[in-house]
């Protein structure tokens, strides 16, 4: 069986043994490594083969935003899993915007844990039920309404070339991670494109992305 390589980063050492505890014995995930702070653990990456990085955001240094930022941008393999004690829009959107594919809290269990380093690991996103309240209350219906009446008002929408690109495979039913080895980029990359090709259309389906596509020939 291969196993999951997962490396925590966490200022608090008591914290980062605990994990371990939870993470020893569980057969399809192991512990490499860990660091106290973000620049010791961009350090560690050059040297070790690692599929998750679990890292808390509040640290001293480097914040978890700034590591991730860089391991996006340097390591684009490597899945993060944002494990934190805030649960503040304000927080989760930044880290999803760097490239942070899971968020769980804190206060969460062992087996959801182990769950949400196993969904990242396969490039799906995953978070704690009170996030993913806040991501919704973040992205208000407000605001949807706004985009959509943009829409109606036939103002003009612009694309860059490679939101073109992106969007004519989106519409050709390819996946993310199908699109980014196809543009040679990466999955944060692609993900980071869809995003703001949403947010231009008004969309916030994939149904809906393809029928306004197709009605104003975008493609």
Do not use: W
């Not at 690692?50 to 393999?77: C, H, Q, R, W």
């Not at 009170?130 to 959509?148: D, R, T």
């Not at 703001?196 to 149904?207: Q, R, Y």
């Amino acid at each position: 069986m291969k196993k999951i390589k997962v490396y925590i980063v966490d200022d608090h050492r008591l914290f980062i043994d605990g994990l371990q505890a939870i993470l020893k014995n569980v057969k399809d995930i192991e512990v490499v490594g860990f660091s106290l702070s973000g620049s010791e653990a961009i350090e560690a990456l050059n040297n070790n083969r690692v599929d998750v990085l679990v890292t808390d955001i509040s640290m001293p240094e480097m914040s978890g935003y700034d590591l991730v930022k860089i391991v996006s941008a340097k390591f684009p393999n490597i899945k993060v899993l944002t494990l934190s004690m805030h649960y503040e829009y304000s927080y989760i959107e930044k880290m999803i915007e760097v490239g942070s594919l899971g968020y769980v809290l804190k206060n969460t269990g062992a087996k959801e844990l182990q769950n949400a380093i196993r969904v990242i690991n396969e490039g799906n996103t995953c978070y704690s039920p009170k996030v993913e309240e806040a991501i919704i209350k973040g992205y208000s219906m407000e605001k949807v309404k706004a985009f959509k009446n943009i829409v109606k008002q036939e103002r003009e929408i612009i694309l860059t070339p490679r939101e073109k690109d992106v969007l004519k495979l989106v519409v050709e039913a390819y996946s993310s991670s199908e699109i980014a080895d196809m543009l040679g980029v990466s999955y944060h990359t692609i993900t980071s494109h869809r995003k703001n090709i949403n947010a231009k259309l008004g969309t916030s389906t994939i149904a809906e992305v393809i029928k306004l596509a197709k009605e104003k020939a975008l493609i």
